[in-house]
């Protein structure tokens, strides 16, 4: 059964950094695209980072740019997103998600929902003023 995992979700000030992790069980993420959303109390899900399964040319979205990094390590069969100056605009229930793309990257853009067949069940993280 496929399964993604995400961890390290926290309460942090504002300005401060954290680091999200997927882990990826029931199957290996190397042929995998993968990204992560995130889900705001009463706002849609959206796509923040994607990365494709050779791990170059990183997509984000405009209001994460510049300060979250998403990363991913096949052996380990995980992936990240270091994420810094923290603003409590991104508090939000984060998820993380993979597709299977060996052949054609669907990351060309922000990620999209309907993209992504496979998705963990979040990790909380807060940010306080």
């Known amino acids: 059964q496929l399964q993604l995992v995400e961890t390290g979700g926290d309460l942090v000030q504002a300005g401060g950094s954290l680091r999200l992790s997927c882990a990826a069980a029931?199957?290996?993420?190397?042929?995998?695209?993968v990204a992560w959303f995130r889900q705001a109390p009463g706002k849609e899900r959206e796509g923040i980072s994607c990365v494709s399964t050779s791990g170059v040319g990183a997509k984000y979205s405009d209001s994460v740019k510049g300060r979250f990094t998403i990363s991913r390590d096949n052996g380990k069969n995980m992936f990240y997103l270091e994420m810094s100056s923290l603003k409590p605009e991104d508090t939000a229930v984060y998820y993380c998600?993979?597709?299977?793309?060996?052949?054609?990257?669907?990351?060309?853009?922000?990620?999209?929902?309907?993209?992504?067949?496979?998705w963990g069940l979040g990790t909380q993280v807060t940010v306080s003023p």
């Open positions: 029931g199957f290996i993420l190397h042929n995998y695209d």
């Open positions: 998600a993979a597709d299977w793309n060996p052949h054609r990257t669907v990351c060309t853009g922000v990620p999209l929902k309907r993209s992504f067949a496979h």
